[in-house]
């Protein structure tokens, strides 16, 4: 009895099986959707795609592109962008993680991650005011070359 449940217990994992390097323990075995919301494997991470978006930004507010492209001139400061929910991440370390694009670009960057206290729904087009960090490391090669902290919600 013992020999036929670990018989089928291998012929169902093997039907189960998507191929070569796939199952729960395997990095890379997770879809690799062209979705925005779900992003491509690269490394431990997942790579935003970019989104169909184009949103004008707000009175006083900073495009992605601009950020991107003049960050040293950012850092430290607090400003406002205005975009589309991409990606909604809920208490990660304590906080809530948000993936932003407005439809602008700069040398392949087009996605802002910030960390907040507040709860979005994916596809909300939305303005948040925070504070923005250079270079910030969390290990694990969770690595931000920009990040908004502190984000909040403005009207």
Request: proline fraction near 3%; charge should be positive.
């Amino acid at each position: 009895m013992k020999k036929l449940i670990i018989t089928l217990t291998i012929v169902l994992a093997l039907a189960a099986c998507k191929g070569r390097n796939s199952g729960p323990l395997v990095k890379d075995s997770f879809s690799k959707s062209d979705s925005p919301m779900s992003g491509q494997v690269q490394g431990n991470q997942v790579k935003p795609v970019k989104a169909d978006i184009n949103i004008a930004p707000c009175e006083g507010c900073v495009t992605i592109s601009k950020l991107l492209a003049d960050k040293k001139s950012f850092s430290g400061k607090t400003i406002k962008v205005t975009g589309q929910v991409t990606k909604f991440l809920p208490q990660i370390m304590g906080k809530n993680w948000i993936h932003l694009q407005d439809g602008s670009e700069f040398e392949g960057g087009f996605d802002l991650t910030i960390t907040t206290d507040q709860q979005v729904n994916v596809g909300d087009k939305m303005t948040f005011e925070g504070k923005i960090t250079l270079d910030k490391d969390f290990g694990y090669g969770y690595f931000y070359a920009v990040l908004m902290e502190e984000g909040k919600i403005v009207k």
